[in-house]
């Protein structure tokens, strides 16, 4: 079982629908959560962090938390052509500060 | 703020020589650098942890004597690739942890062609 599970993907959407992108992750004790974007051929940029259980909501995008599930999400409002990009989840586990990566969904949003 | 410059961005060098990438956190210390190696279509994949004043913790797998870590200061990492060949063609990127706010940055990444 891999530490950070994602849906390959891709997952296909249309402009100003929402896009729901899932994680799931092995450590129980993992405390930390980062939703990345990879655009083709750059680096990661940080698109959300979350720590506690719940919801965070930053503009367009909206990560969710439930620790008890070991579930994170990451929700796109109102998609754009421009977020078709690669999603990366992300943990740190408990003891450490390694980031341990998800191999990625890739989101393509139809205009 | 948090950010953290590499350079080269791309380089192409011969096989056998040796090429060395640099990451600087210009706005903050970064006392632990991670370097990641990814190929096409494939995530990131951590190759080892950088720590300054201490030797670098490579990840299983991966040659300490083929890709040489250095954290000289707080604000300064490298990755030499020694004695490269083709199949160390890769994307490598940096990355640092740069606070709660910003959680872990990183560079730009460097496109590395091993001809």
């Known amino acids: 079982q891999k530490e950070v599970e994602q849906n390959s993907g891709p997952l296909s959407v249309p402009e100003g629908a929402i896009a729901s992108l899932n994680c799931t992750y092995s450590d129980r004790g993992s405390q930390s959560f980062f939703w990345y974007r990879q655009y083709s051929g750059k680096s990661p940029e940080l698109i959300m962090s979350i720590y506690s259980n719940g919801d965070k909501e930053d503009g367009r995008f909206t990560a969710q938390l439930n620790k008890a599930s070991q579930y994170v999400s990451l929700l796109i409002r109102d998609s754009q052509p421009s977020d078709s990009a690669t999603y990366l989840c992300a943990v740190i586990r408990l003891y450490g500060n390694k980031l341990v990566f998800g191999a990625g969904t890739i989101l393509r949003v139809k205009s | 703020g948090a950010v953290v410059s590499q350079h080269p961005s791309w380089v192409i060098c011969k096989s056998g020589t040796s090429v060395k990438i640099e990451c600087r956190s210009l706005d903050f210390q970064a006392t632990t650098m991670f370097w990641y190696r990814q190929f096409p279509k494939q995530s990131l994949m951590l190759m080892a942890t950088s720590n300054e004043g201490s030797k670098a913790t490579y990840e299983q797998g991966v040659e300490k004597d083929k890709f040489l870590i250095n954290h000289a200061s707080l604000t300064l990492s490298t990755l030499t690739v020694t004695s490269a060949h083709p199949e160390d063609s890769s994307f490598y990127i940096c990355?640092?942890?740069?606070?709660?706010?910003?959680?872990?940055?990183f560079g730009s990444g460097t496109r590395l062609t091993v001809v």
């Open positions: 990355s640092a942890p740069a606070g709660q706010n910003y959680g872990y940055t």
